[in-house]
């Protein structure tokens, strides 16, 4: 059973840089049949997927065009986790984020969720 | 994009009752060298993760009452709880991962009548 346990600030300036980590037990980030997620949850947008992680002997990154010049997605292979950074943050991006992973899809496992709240 | 549009919004079943919920997208989701539909229902419960229902738009995941089905095939898609119980009050979420970026319906509350 694959777990994912969220850390990471709940509160964030405008403009800086949002940064969340998902550890995973049960499983590697260097399967070569998973894929790691991040999506996020807001009542304006509701559930948007921002982009994954996966290594299919070698690594792939695929972003949502939305945010694609704002985020990156890096895997830990030595923690054994996967990271989030969304640059460049508005009050638009307040959301609860999500972790998720599966055999590439669908999404089978989530983390807890974070809610981020963009603020000064 | 690939939009994805849930109907209805909401919806008050009694209990026993059957429930419906339909999700449709704005191109088709069906492969064609393989004869599949990349299209996935969630469930999501207050202040939880959604949790996967159906893949391959009618496959049951592992542990899901059998109560859940899904049907349809291209663009138009149908959940179905065939009795509806106490337990299965949430918001349900269609999801195509057929092309990125992987989008979602807007989901359809789901509540007792």
């Known amino acids: 059973q694959v777990q994912l346990q969220q850390s990471g600030p709940g509160l964030v300036k405008p403009s800086q840089t949002l940064s969340l980590t998902c550890a995973i037990s049960g499983d590697s980030v260097s399967s070569n049949s998973a894929a790691w997620n991040w999506i996020r949850q807001s009542p304006s947008r509701g559930l948007e997927w921002l982009g994954r992680t996966y290594y299919r002997s070698k690594w792939y990154n695929d972003y949502a065009i939305s945010v694609k010049s704002r985020i990156t997605i890096n895997p830990d292979t030595s923690k054994n986790q996967f990271s989030l950074q969304l640059n460049s943050v508005t009050p638009e991006d307040t959301a609860v984020y999500y972790c998720g992973s599966g055999s590439t899809w669908p999404i089978d496992y989530w983390g807890q969720g974070t809610l981020v709240t963009v603020s000064s | 994009d690939i939009v994805m549009t849930q109907s209805p919004d909401s919806l008050a079943v009694s209990l026993g009752e059957r429930a419906t919920i339909n999700c449709k997208s704005s191109?088709?989701?069906?492969?064609?060298?393989?004869?599949?539909?990349?299209l996935a229902w969630y469930q999501q419960k207050a202040g939880q993760p959604p949790k996967v229902l159906i893949y391959w738009a009618s496959t049951r995941e592992s542990g899901v009452p059998d109560r859940f089905s899904g049907s349809g095939s291209g663009t138009d898609f149908t959940l179905t709880i065939s009795s509806l119980q106490a337990e299965d009050v949430a918001v349900y979420y269609c999801q195509q991962y057929y092309s990125s970026p992987y989008t979602f319906g807007q989901g359809t509350k789901l509540e007792i009548k």
């Open positions: 191109q088709s989701v069906l492969y064609s060298s393989n004869n599949k539909n990349y």
